[in-house]
C-alpha cells in the first residue's frame, strides 16, 4: 500500500522521490492524456506507459484528476476508496500476479 500525501500537484516526472523515477522509468506508470494525473481506468486500475492496464497497481484521489475531473474532495475520494477496497476484497477482483 502506498499513500500520497504530496498534495494537488500531480505532474510526476517533478517529483525527485525514487518510487515515482523508478515507477515512470520502468513504464508502470504514464502521464493521462492531459497530463492532470497518471493514466488509468476510472475504476482507478493504473496502465502501463501505451496503454496496457498493469492489473496490480491501483490508484485514487488526485492523480485520477485527468479521468475523472472531480477527484479531490473528500466525498469522490471516499467513493473511490470504498469502491476500489470492494473490487480488491471480492474473489473476482484478486489483484493479479506481477
Not at 7 to 20: A, E, F, V
Not at 39 to 49: Q, S
Not at 84 to 96: F, M, N
Request: aromatic share 6%; net charge positive.
Amino acid at each position: 500500500m502506498m499513500i500520497n500525501c504530496t498534495g494537488p500537484r500531480t505532474d510526476y516526472s517533478k517529483y525527485q522521490h525514487p518510487l515515482l523515477i523508478n515507477l515512470l522509468a520502468a513504464g508502470l506508470i504514464g502521464h493521462d492524456p492531459l497530463a492532470l494525473g497518471i493514466d488509468a481506468l476510472p475504476t482507478g486500475e493504473v496502465r502501463r506507459y501505451g496503454g496496457r492496464p498493469a492489473g496490480w497497481l491501483f490508484t485514487l484521489g488526485a492523480p485520477l484528476k485527468g479521468v475523472l475531473w472531480e477527484s479531490t474532495a473528500v466525498c469522490e475520494i471516499r467513493d473511490q476508496a470504498q469502491k476500489l477496497a470492494k473490487r480488491l476484497l471480492s474473489p473476482r477482483g484478486a489483484v493479479r500476479a506481477l
